[in-house]
């Protein structure tokens, strides 16, 4: 069973990077069969998606994001990072990692399978 | 704002179905079918319940339903049960630089 776990600090001070690291287990973040994304949920608010990476290192990003977004893999640990520069109180929210399917097939278009998200919190 | 939207609550007794609306516009939600629901329970991972408007994963009970009306999608739920009870959100693919979008989510309470 494929699971995905993120991790990193729960706080960031205003204007710094957040950083996130979202470990696979039970599949391998190398196939061709799929993009591994990163999506956030603002207190209250809905689902917004941040950005997915594939194997090869090909990135999309949500434009709103883009300038202060960095989506990086190590395939030797089958984990996955988000990187999200100058940080401000907007930006505190739940991250989720997940996974969904290949770029121009059908299955890119949902996630079919997500960590338990992890609370960052951008406070002084 | 979120890109879709969703009723902020729906509630319904066990035994009953309910419908969840997710309204959004020609761009998205009226011009694809790729519209997809999740369910949210608190500390677990969000669940995939239909993709693709109206295609069940493998596990997913079959009271859960999808379907889409011009640029509405609706996700039913029937014979209501209290672990239904959670959020739910949409999704869809979106004709923009913003390949996906998702709905502000709806709190589905069993009373």
């Known amino acids: 069973q494929l699971q995905l776990q993120e991790s990193g600090p729960g706080l960031v001070k205003p204007s710094e990077t957040l950083s996130l690291t979202c470990t696979v287990s039970?599949?391998?973040?190398?196939?061709?069969?799929?993009?591994w994304g990163w999506i956030r949920q603002p207190p209250g608010k809905g689902l917004e998606w941040i950005g997915s990476?594939?194997?090869?290192?090909?990135?999309y990003y949500n434009p709103s994001l883009k300038s202060r977004v960095t989506i990086s893999l190590d395939t030797s640990k089958n984990q996955f990072s988000l990187k999200l520069s100058s940080v401000t109180a907007a930006d505190t929210a739940m991250y989720y990692c997940?996974?969904?399917?290949?770029?121009?097939?059908?299955?890119?278009?949902?996630?079919?399978?997500w960590g338990q998200g992890t609370l960052v919190t951008v406070s002084s | 704002q979120s890109a879709l939207t969703q009723p902020a609550s729906v509630s319904g007794s066990p035994g009953q179905s309910i419908t969840i609306s997710c309204t959004g516009t020609s761009s998205d939600v009226g011009g694809y079918n790729y519209v997809s629901w999740y369910q949210e329970h608190p500390g677990k991972a969000p669940k995939l319940m239909i993709y693709e408007v109206s295609n069940r994963p493998s596990g997913v009970s079959n009271r859960f339903s999808g379907s889409k009306f011009g640029n509405t999608a609706s996700l039913t739920i029937s014979g209501l049960q209290a672990e239904d009870e959670g959020d739910y959100y949409c999704s869809s693919k979106r004709s923009s630089s913003t390949p996906l979008v998702f709905g502000g989510g709806t709190k589905l309470t069993v009373l």
């Open positions: 990476i594939y194997y090869s290192g090909s990135t």
């Open positions: 039970g599949g391998s973040i190398s196939s061709s069969s799929y993009y």
């Open positions: 997940a996974r969904h399917g290949v770029a121009g097939a059908t299955s890119f278009y949902y996630f079919d399978y």
